[in-house]
């Protein structure tokens, strides 16, 4: 079946896609390094003539990669997160709210437990005994984005699970994990998309934040949460090294915002 | 050929056994007794009509015989599919005998799964205790959609449910309750949904379908005219119990509880008499779950004797049929 895709949707997914894959490619292509230092021209204004596009910071590294560098780690960071997140939110979710009785309340108050627990106290935890690294980053916000998500597939599954199509598929004999995989979850997937889709901003932002008190990525390594915190220092000396990762972070959650719309439109099919 | 009912009635290799089947749902504190201890016995390519009023618990006794009911359920009493206990611990007698039970649904909207194909829903069927290649699921597929008069086969395969209309999406369940070669097939108020000149030919469906591959049925219905169109046997249930079963003709032309004559009384007829008493069966609702001890219909009950509040009454078998009331109606008649 075909679907005329929205231009608004052409036009995010080009942005989102030229912005990802210019992260990755041009940082290499670049006569600057992320971590070059030029001491000639030491936080200047964004000029073409200089060569940096975007300015340079008070270290003298050009802004342009850095801020490239950083949407990679971002973004990488972000969506990873929210994959893993997604994965392990819906099987528990999905698991709980149809199975119900003594599992359901086993897998709720492990969530329960998990939430309970100040996340920052987590990170340092996960940080400290796995190195500073993105990797641990990474797990760090995974093992917080879940949880939400598991309480969102839960609530939708219980009431899946009383839908007539479940109990007809079960008086066919369809087996629970088939029930599970095949009837339920692709129903659960318009607000799993949803909440993805405000998910990836959110992981982005707190990645940032976690960066910006020194537990995330570290110095020299680049990314949109440390550079915005080091432009708020200089904001008024030189706005552009909070404009350039802030203009993009608000780019990328607005494209992210607007794509997950779109999809939810496709996943269900009603709206076709 | 046709359905014994009674609970006395010998055990032998019938279809189908209910024996003191018994559901309670919700709550130990405010438990609802949904259906009470309900026998029959259903033989093999014969017609069964359960009627009773809303809330009666017809859909959850439909329930308990396919094995459906709600985990939260307590499901007391035997199921036997041709001596196979459908609630056996025995996970292979349990399929066998689930598989030979078809169901389907009063709502066609929500007994779909939305997001898949037609197509999808069948094989899936199929393919679950069959062992079929992917084209000898779809050829066997569009057969079923032959088989239940859907025009247009291959390109129904294809369709999702919403762009199917309400009639097509019950032939549909009706293939699907037919994938896996069912012996019985439970109809859970298949017209209800539907419009009338709809509802009429999914009836001369089932006839069909009954007549083609000897399949029994048990009909759910409100609706009196079809239980005297399809249904050789028919079983009247009130307040969770069967209060008379009998063969349809002498049931409903000649009602022996008072329930069935009040029931059988509220039916309007375009040549019949102008409803005479109304407010026998509008007034107030039963409780279920309330009260039982005594038989649960002495409230509405015009003929209630002192008896009535104190002695749960027990089916009598008179002649074919069977009642289960203290004063039943024209016993001269029949006896």
Request: hydrophobic residues 50%.
């Amino acid at each position: 079946m075909r679907v005329a895709v929205p231009l608004s949707v052409r036009v995010c997914a080009t942005v989102l896609v030229v912005v990802a894959s210019a992260s990755v490619v041009l940082p290499y292509l670049s006569h600057w390094q992320a971590a070059t230092l030029d001491w000639d021209h030491v936080a200047v204004s964004p000029s073409w003539s200089a060569g940096h596009v975007f300015g340079t910071d008070r270290l003298g590294r050009d802004l342009f990669v850095r801020t490239l560098a950083g949407v990679r780690v971002s973004l990488a960071i972000g969506l990873l997160a929210t994959l893993v997140s997604v994965v392990i939110g819906v099987t528990v979710g999905a698991v709980a709210g149809f199975l119900g009785g003594r599992t359901d309340a086993l897998l709720m108050r492990l969530v329960d437990v998990l939430y309970s627990l100040p996340y920052i106290f987590f990170v340092i935890l996960l940080t400290v005994s796995l190195g500073r690294s993105p990797l641990a980053l990474l797990l760090a916000i995974a093992a917080v984005g879940w949880l939400t998500m598991a309480r969102v597939v839960r609530a939708q599954t219980q009431a899946l699970r009383q839908r007539e199509f479940v109990t007809a598929a079960r008086a066919i004999g369809v087996s629970t994990p088939a029930i599970l995989w095949r009837h339920i979850v692709p129903n659960v997937a318009g607000p799993v998309v949803v909440y993805a889709t405000l998910t990836v901003p959110s992981l982005i932002l707190l990645e940032s934040f976690l960066s910006f008190l020194g537990l995330g990525v570290q110095e020299p390594a680049a990314s949109l949460g440390n550079l915005m915190a080091q432009g708020a220092a200089e904001m008024e000396a030189a706005p552009w090294m909070l404009l350039v990762p802030g203009s993009f972070l608000v780019g990328i959650v607005l494209v992210i915002g607007i794509l997950g719309d779109a999809l939810r439109d496709w996943v269900d099919p009603r709206a076709r | 050929m046709r359905c014994v009912t009674g609970s006395t009635r010998v055990r032998g290799d019938a279809l189908l056994q209910v024996e003191a089947l018994s559901v309670a749902l919700g709550p130990p504190a405010s438990v609802v007794h949904a259906v009470r201890g309900v026998s029959f016995t259903c033989e093999a390519a014969s017609r069964l009509a359960i009627v009773g009023e809303s809330g009666a618990g017809k859909s959850q006794l439909a329930l308990a015989i396919a094995g459906l009911s709600p985990t939260t359920a307590h499901v007391s009493g035997r199921v036997l599919l041709q001596g196979r206990d459908i609630a056996s611990i025995n996970a292979s007698i349990r399929r066998e005998a689930r598989a030979r039970i078809g169901m389907v649904f009063q709502d066609p909207q929500s007994a779909l799964t939305p997001h898949l194909r037609i197509g999808t829903q069948l094989i899936e069927a199929l393919r679950v205790d069959q062992r079929l290649t992917r084209s000898e699921a779809r050829w066997k597929a569009e057969q079923l959609l032959l088989e239940v008069q859907i025009p247009d086969a291959a390109v129904r395969m294809r369709q999702f449910p919403y762009e199917l209309s309400g009639g097509l999406k019950q032939r549909v369940l009706i293939a699907i309750a037919l994938s896996r070669q069912p012996q019985l097939l439970l109809l859970d108020e298949p017209t209800t949904a539907l419009d009338v000149t709809i509802g009429g030919s999914l009836i001369q469906l089932f006839e069909h379908l009954s007549d083609t591959r000897d399949l029994a049925l048990v009909l759910i219905t409100h609706d009196l005219k079809v239980v005297r169109r399809l249904c050789t046997q028919t079983a009247v249930m009130f307040a969770g119990m069967l209060v008379e079963q009998g063969p349809t003709q002498q049931v409903l032309d000649a009602p022996l509880h008072p329930y069935t004559h009040a029931l059988v009384a509220a039916t309007l007829s375009l040549d019949g008499p102008v409803l005479a008493e109304p407010d026998v069966l509008a007034s107030d609702r039963h409780a279920p779950g309330l009260g039982l001890v005594g038989c649960s219909y002495r409230a509405r009950c015009p003929r209630a004797l002192s008896v009535c509040a104190h002695k749960t009454p027990a089916p009598i078998s008179m002649g074919e049929r069977s009642v289960a009331c203290h004063a039943p109606m024209r016993v001269e008649q029949v006896s």
